[in-house]
């Protein structure tokens, strides 16, 4: 039976560390997150996203547009909070509507305000290996695997989906860390071949319970990042019930790498902060 990994406890101890250092900041940190159109999946991210902020003391801002709003509305107003010297991370709630251009309003949020570490820029410095910030998602994996002490070197790991927030970037960060590492998408045949041979399983794709049993091996470490909504339920990307009974260490889709991500949010945002405030 697996030993089921809990995202709340690791992400309130990460809180704790964030609450001492905001005590020590002479102005309170800041966030804007930008919402465009209506989403009930980001609606509920949102609502997690001010209520850790809150219990910390991170001062949290949404602004929210309707799928007509002018683009260039937008961009004025994250190019406003770029100069609003009070705030110090910006994020736009993702996914947006299709019929924004998501890579000109991402780009337009300054790369030191940037908590989600979706600039060119960003992106750029962190695949180069420099200073950056780094994908909330993706460092929410690594931050349990470390807390239970999964060492990824000379491990396969292999991620499930290659998306911006979660595949590309953990891909990198795993390498960084000697691992070798597989990324399956879409186009990628007969998935369970690759699946199968993974000693570690990162699943991030938003299909629900497309992981089952027989996909995974003997003894695995699965963490489950995608989420879906099904017949108004969050349901997680691993069939948690049956996938549990052969992984060693395993993620619920409730409780598991959601509540460290908001943690890691938390933590960009101080990082931006002491970026500016810190000579």
Same mark, same amino acid.
Do not use: W
């Given at each position: 039976?697996?030993?089921?990994?809990?995202?709340?406890?690791?992400?309130?101890?990460?809180?704790?560390?964030?609450?001492?250092?905001?005590?020590?900041?002479?102005?309170?940190?800041?966030?804007? /997150?930008?919402?465009?159109?209506?989403?009930?999946?980001?609606?509920?991210?949102?609502?997690?996203?001010?209520?850790?902020?809150?219990?910390?003391?991170?001062?949290?801002?949404?602004?929210?547009?309707?799928?007509?709003?002018?683009?260039?509305?937008?961009?004025?107003?994250?190019?406003?909070?770029?100069?609003?010297?009070?705030?110090?991370?910006?994020?736009?709630?993702?996914?947006?509507?299709?019929?924004?251009?998501?890579?000109?309003?991402?780009?337009?949020?300054?790369?030191?305000?940037?908590?989600?570490?979706?600039?060119?820029?960003?992106?750029?410095?962190?695949?180069?290996?420099?200073?950056?910030?780094?994908?909330?998602?993706?460092?929410? /994996?690594?931050?349990?695997?470390?807390?239970?002490?999964?060492?990824?070197?000379?491990?396969?790991?292999?991620?499930?989906?290659?998306?911006?927030?979660?595949?590309?970037?953990?891909?990198?960060?795993?390498?960084?860390?000697?691992?070798?590492?597989?990324?399956?998408?879409?186009?990628?045949?007969?998935?369970?071949?690759?699946?199968?041979?993974?000693?570690?399983?990162?699943?991030?794709?938003?299909?629900?319970?497309?992981?089952?049993?027989?996909?995974?091996?003997?003894?695995?470490?699965?963490?489950? /990042?995608?989420?879906?909504?099904?017949?108004?339920?969050?349901?997680?990307?691993?069939?948690?019930?049956?996938?549990?009974?052969?992984?060693?260490?395993?993620?619920?889709?409730?409780?598991?790498?959601?509540?460290?991500?908001?943690?890691?949010?938390?933590?960009?945002?101080?990082?931006?902060?002491?970026?500016?405030?810190?000579?």
């Amino acid at each position: 039976m697996s030993t089921i990994i809990d995202g709340n406890a690791i992400s309130l101890s990460i809180q704790e560390k964030i609450k001492a250092e905001i005590k020590n900041c002479m102005i309170r940190p800041s966030i804007a /997150v930008i919402q465009i159109g209506e989403n009930t999946f980001n609606d509920k991210y949102i609502a997690a996203e001010e209520k850790i902020c809150n219990a910390v003391g991170v001062y949290f801002r949404l602004y929210k547009f309707d799928d007509n709003t002018p683009e260039l509305t937008i961009i004025n107003k994250i190019k406003e909070l770029n100069n609003d010297e009070y705030v110090n991370g910006i994020m736009i709630q993702l996914p947006m509507p299709p019929k924004y251009n998501e890579k000109r309003l991402l780009n337009t949020i300054s790369n030191g305000k940037d908590v989600d570490g979706l600039t060119d820029i960003n992106v750029g410095r962190f695949i180069n290996g420099k200073k950056s910030i780094v994908s909330c998602s993706a460092l929410a /994996v690594m931050h349990i695997l470390e807390e239970y002490d999964i060492d990824v070197a000379g491990k396969h790991v292999v991620i499930v989906g290659r998306g911006k927030l979660v595949g590309r970037p953990l891909a990198t960060l795993m390498l960084s860390h000697d691992a070798t590492v597989t990324i399956c998408h879409q186009g990628t045949v007969n998935l369970s071949d690759y699946t199968s041979k993974a000693d570690i399983l990162v699943s991030a794709t938003g299909v629900a319970n497309l992981i089952k049993k027989d996909m995974v091996k003997e003894d695995a470490v699965v963490i489950d /990042v995608g989420l879906s909504i099904v017949d108004d339920k969050l349901c997680g990307d691993v069939d948690f019930n049956n996938v549990s009974k052969k992984a060693s260490f395993i993620t619920p889709a409730i409780g598991g790498v959601g509540p460290v991500t908001l943690a890691c949010l938390l933590e960009n945002i101080i990082l931006c902060y002491n970026a500016k405030n810190t000579k």
